[in-house]
């Protein structure tokens, strides 16, 4: 049998399942999806180098993940990030936007959790920011976000942000749709 000190190598595709599994679960508790609502799983596609791992947009919430294990080479996200703050160096407005939609969760599989670290993406390295350690009340957060009325004056400037992102990874313009 197995040990209870037994770790299973958990690949990243496995942990982003689960967390759109576990955000689906919840929203379908507290609401029924809103219209207009998508779920894009870019891990893997074109999209993934130009954005990230997952990009979420409801009526007034848009959340852009990157995932990665603690233990993982991060040399290319840190060079990403530091083009995101080159291209970020002054403007506040877009600043604001970044710490409000783009995220950064860091695992390590444990026996007793998977999550250990949930920051916006701008803290991604600096080990002073600590965050959530555990999705759930992440999770939480998005849902409440998303049971709020829609606030439409933003939207264009998270349209920017991810526009942004894009050029800074040299990258033209990325499609994304759901269903």
Known sequence: GLTKDY???LYENVIIGNFLYTL????????ELPKYS???LLQQTPADKALGDVLLEFPGVVRLIEFKNKKSNKEKEKTRLKLLEMALSGEDKMIDISRQIHWY????????SCFNRIVPY?????NEVHGEDTI????EMIVQE?????????????????KLIQMTQGSSSTGTGGL
């Open 146 to 162: 998303i049971n709020r009325p829609f606030d439409n004056s933003k939207h264009q400037d998270i349209k920017d942000y991810l």
């Open 7 to 9: 770790i299973m190598k």
């Open 24 to 31: 689906g679960l919840n929203i379908g508790i507290n609401k």
């Open 105 to 112: 969760i860091e695992t390590e599989p444990s026996k007793d």
């Open 136 to 139: 759930e009340p992440y999770i």
């Open 122 to 126: 701008l803290d991604a390295f600096d």
């Open 38 to 40: 998508s779920i894009n």
